[in-house]
């Protein structure tokens, strides 16, 4: 069971790029997460997802978009970088967005130039 | 607006017994989830409170008080291998939240 895999796990981009960091969960949760964690922070959320189709923003979505075509699948596009968005992302599942607990891709550690 | 307030550092002695604390300023969330991070890892799940009082899970106890808006993290027997960052978090609204994360230290 490989629960929440994340690809890359190191990217560097040059301002301005574009990248998208994928997802994909088996374990058939309706519920899906992007973080960032800023070195010594906690994580802050970008989008979340109830479910196929349906995206919202989180507390820091500027310069990222999402899709969530099916329950498996949930990438993060950054259309432009910026050295901003230099940062580790997380994805994270959950089989309901309450009382469960989230589980936590290894992280992609994103370096903008 | 949605703020959890932790201490950002806590230093402990192996063996010993120590308490994170977490106070937030929201309403209307489900419940209070604990976090652990280990340098350079992912965060794993520890322990949800949904109802006020405390739930144990073998050296660890979380605790809620819906009243006080203050919840804790006790951390029993520590050993070396604690040594990592705790998260407190809310579930709300379809969204988990983090608080800024408590980094703690375990001396031998």
């Known amino acids: 069971n490989a629960g929440v895999t994340q690809t890359p796990k190191f990217r560097i981009l040059k301002i301005g790029q574009s990248m998208t960091l994928q997802c994909t969960q088996d374990m058939n949760h309706n519920y899906m997460y992007w973080y960032r964690q800023d070195p010594g922070m906690g994580l802050k959320l970008i989008y979340y997802?109830?479910?196929?189709?349906?995206?919202d923003k989180g507390e820091v979505p500027n310069g990222y978009n999402v899709s969530r075509s099916t329950t498996e699948d949930f990438p993060l596009r950054l259309e432009l970088a910026a050295p901003s968005q230099t940062s580790v992302y997380f994805c994270a599942s959950s089989f309901r967005g309450w009382n469960t607990e989230a589980f936590f891709g290894q992280g992609t550690r994103l370096t903008v130039v | 607006g949605q703020s959890l307030e932790q201490p950002s550092e806590v230093t402990a002695v192996e063996g010993a017994i120590v308490q994170i604390n977490c106070t937030y300023q929201t309403s209307g969330f489900y419940g209070l989830s604990w976090y652990q991070q280990h340098d350079g890892g992912a965060p794993t799940f520890l322990s949800y409170n949904a109802l006020d009082g405390l739930e144990e899970t073998g050296r660890f106890s979380s605790f809620l008080s819906r009243s006080d808006s203050y919840g804790y993290l006790l951390l029993q027997e520590l050993q070396m291998k604690d040594s990592a960052s705790y998260f407190c978090a809310v579930n709300r609204d379809d969204k988990i939240i983090f608080g800024k994360g408590t980094r703690l230290h375990i001396l031998p």
């Open positions: 997802s109830v479910g196929a189709g349906i995206t």
